[in-house]
């Protein structure tokens, strides 16, 4: 590993969707506001130091959307990672904590008591989340040999990639507050753990 630097990630979560808050948005494609992708973009650009040479994106238009128009503003490879999705809800898509409740009350609190082990009905488990983005994390750092990337991702795709990264228990992982645009910084060196440099350090 001699001479091979370490690859600096900042992995950014989108800003405010458009449509109903705080339900279980998942595989629903709805865009971000225009003020959330402006809080996305500017804190971007802070986080951009050293300049990102990489970008990569959920596919889902509440990530791809701003990724694709930064991409394109400061002339960088885009790469669309199916494997950062967010987490599926299967029979709970678009309804409230509350609603999913109401409609399989037992089955949500397995959900919740388990946080997320046990996957809505229909959809899909932590442990599903877990596989799913951590090979796809392997496979778009396998060439990294420094420099600085960027991923759009969501909340759920940031809580399984600290589990994996760091280690944090999946309990713990619900107990840190992943806010719209939340964002944390690894570095990356082949055969060597992952170390976090920081998590949410921007704030506004």
């Known amino acids: 590993m001699s001479g091979i630097q370490p ?20 595989a629903l494609d709805d865009p971000m506001t225009e003020r ?30 701003f990724a694709e128009a930064y991409a394109k503003a400061c002339e960088l490879p885009l790469e669309t990672l199916e494997s950062m999705r967010e987490m599926h809800f299967g029979a709970w898509e678009g309804l409230t904590p509350e609603e999913a409740a109401e409609l399989d009350p037992t089955h949500h609190e397995l959900f919740r008591g388990t946080a997320g082990k046990v996957g809505a ?25 420094g420099c600085h990337r960027l991923l759009v991702t969501h909340a759920g795709v940031m809580r399984v990639l600290l589990m994996e990264l760091v280690g944090l228990d999946p309990a713990h992982a619900y107990r840190i507050a992943l806010p719209e645009a939340a964002h944390f910084q690894v570095s990356h060196l082949p055969g060597e753990a992952p170390v976090l440099l920081n998590l949410n350090s921007c704030a506004g």
């Not at 690859?7 to 998942?26: I, K, M």
């Not at 951009?48 to 970008?55: L, S």
């Not at 899909?124 to 060439?143: F, I, K, M, N, P």
Request: aromatic share 6%; with cysteine.
């Open 121 to 145: 009905p229909e959809g899909e488990s932590v442990t599903d989340l877990r596989r799913r983005v951590g090979q796809g994390w392997a496979a778009w750092l396998a060439d990294a040999r």
């Open 7 to 26: 690859t600096l990630v900042t992995v950014l979560r989108h800003g405010e969707v458009r449509g109903r808050a705080h339900v279980y948005r998942g």
């Open 36 to 65: 959330g992708s402006d809080r996305v973009r500017a804190i971007a650009q802070r986080l951009a130091v050293p300049a990102f040479d990489r970008i990569a994106s959920s596919p889902l238009a509440r990530c791809l959307d």
